[in-house]
């Protein structure tokens, strides 16, 4: 076995080997979408994130044939500088080999990316065979972000609970200013331990405007629950757009982009309450799955969505090298 860059004449193969990982991704997570089991969507999917700007990586080849392949997309923007992102579509092995394939692809193409200056690596991995997450960790890399689906056909659709002096129901642009008034509590609550995420996303009122516009989407549900006239807990569900490339958007999948409850009202079965308003109600308006993530570091999120059942079907993992082994030598 030897290693080479990657190249456009390899994308055919690492879509055999996508569309067969995806396949055995099905087999123990059903829920995800179908379409990539099929080489030629699949090879698709390589062909577009080895387009991207700024991309490089390598394949693994053994008797005159791609046996692994891992893409990483170098970025530099505000939000986490400069960084190399490594997607689902990125990377794929034989179901012939070891998961100790990774640990040597990411060998041969974390070099280059660490000579360049490039030391945050971020790579999006299937929740289905813990074994290949472990070989991430062995690299060094730990759990940041969890991607999840639910299914909402097979959901039974209890009556919506409701909650004593607690009212529940969609926002509307009357709610203007209510909602503006709860926009900081995901930040605030991410800003503390044990999470400790930095945003730059927006100043608050950038923030407050960003909310408040929700309400004028016809197509976002904005869930709210108010007690003594003012909103103590809320969900926001998006519809997704199925791009022809990603391998965890379902058809007619919503996604349960945003949700928060001031620490005071926590445990009372508030957001409980919204949850079952908000699935019911995307349930109703046909949709058959939703995705919701978050961060594993953010306790409740992390305990309460599973207990919901979602089920995890990828992870961001990452990994911050020591810039100052740029200035060893040799």
């Known amino acids: 076995m030897y ?6 004449e390899l ?13 055995q991704d099905r087999e123990i997570l059903s829920v ?6 099929d080489e030629n969507y699949a090879t698709h999917a390589v062909k577009t994130i080895w387009s991207k ?36 579509e990125g990377h794929a092995i034989s179901r012939n080999t070891t998961f100790e394939l ?6 041969e193409a974390s070099q280059r990316w660490v000579d360049e200056g490039y030391f945050s690596h971020f790579a999006l991995i299937p929740a289905s065979q813990p074994e290949l997450l472990h070989s991430w960790f062995r690299l060094g890399f730990g759990f940041e972000q969890t991607h999840a689906l639910l299914s909402l056909l097979d959901r039974e659709s209890p009556l919506p609970l ?19 008034d709860i926009a900081n509590i995901i930040r605030t609550h991410q800003n503390k331990a044990p999470v400790f995420s930095y945003s730059l996303r927006d100043d608050p009122q950038e923030l407050r405007k960003g909310y408040a516009g929700l309400l004028d989407d016809h197509d976002v549900a904005f869930w709210i629950a108010l007690k003594d006239g003012k909103i103590v807990s809320f969900q926001g569900y998006f519809p997704l757009d199925k791009s022809d490339h990603n391998l965890n958007v379902p058809d007619r999948c919503v996604e349960l982009g945003v949700a928060g409850t001031l620490a005071q009202y926590r445990g009372q079965g508030i957001n409980y309450a919204l949850t079952l308003h908000g699935l019911a109600h995307a349930k109703k308006k046909g949709f058959v799955s939703c995705m919701t993530d978050w961060r594993e570091t953010n306790l409740q999120s992390s305990r309460y969505w599973p207990r919901q059942g979602f089920l995890p079907v990828s992870y961001r993992v990452s990994r911050l090298i020591d810039s100052r082994i740029a200035s060893v030598k040799e």
């Open 162 to 180: 409701s909650i004593p002096e607690v009212e529940i129901r969609l926002a509307s642009p009357e709610d203007r200013s209510l909602v503006e």
């Open 32 to 37: 995800l979408p179908s379409e990539c089991e």
């Open 11 to 23: 994308v055919s193969e690492a879509g055999q080997l996508l569309s067969k990982r995806h396949r």
């Open 3 to 8: 290693f080479i860059p990657f190249t456009d």
């Open 53 to 88: 700007p700024n991309s490089s990586g390598v394949a693994a080849i053994e008797d005159g044939k791609v046996i692994g392949y891992l893409i990483g997309q170098k970025i530099e923007n505000p939000l986490r500088d400069r960084h190399v992102w490594m997607n689902l």
């Open 102 to 107: 990774y640990r040597d692809l990411y060998s």
